[in-house]
Nanobody, 127 residues
Framework: QVQLVESGGGLVQAGGSLRLSCAAS????????MGWFRQAPGKERECVAA????????YYTESVKGRFIISRDNGKNTVDLHMNSLKPEDTAVYYC????????????????????WGQGAQVTVSS
């Protein structure tokens, strides 16, 4: 079992920045690929970014490329999402997710691929 707790959400004006952090506890964090998802009202959950278990490989959905950065610290059992140049369309509940990975370079971008989820953090971007 892996327990995930997100922090760092809030209200920010368009063009501003926020950092989401996810703290993991339980089994060996370094064996898990991690992802950040978001879900806006009336929309499906989508993968915003994902990172391999060693941090060497990442994925970003097209709409956040160049604005968001995912990073992890296996020594601290944390994964962060640095969000810059925020837009109103980034408003959503953001979820941290973890999935056991057999490879150092693998990441997952689909919701059903993840077994462990955090409770979510609200991010609201005002125009």
């Amino acid at each position: 079992q892996v327990q995930l707790v997100e922090s760092g959400g809030g209200l920010v004006q368009a063009g501003g920045s926020l950092r989401l952090s996810c703290a993991a506890s339980g089994r060996a964090f370094e064996n898990y690929a991690m992802g950040w998802f978001r879900q806006a009202p009336g929309k499906e959950r989508e993968c915003v970014a994902a990172i391999s278990r060693n941090g060497g490989s990442t994925y970003y959905t097209e709409s956040v490329k160049g604005r968001f950065i995912i990073s992890r610290d296996n020594g601290k059992n944390t994964v962060d999402l640095h969000m810059n140049s925020l837009k109103p369309e980034d408003t959503a509940v953001y979820y941290c997710a973890a999935q056991f990975s057999l490879t150092n370079s693998g990441w997952y971008s689909l919701s059903p691929e993840y077994n462990y989820w955090g409770q979510g953090a609200q991010v609201t971007v005002s125009s």
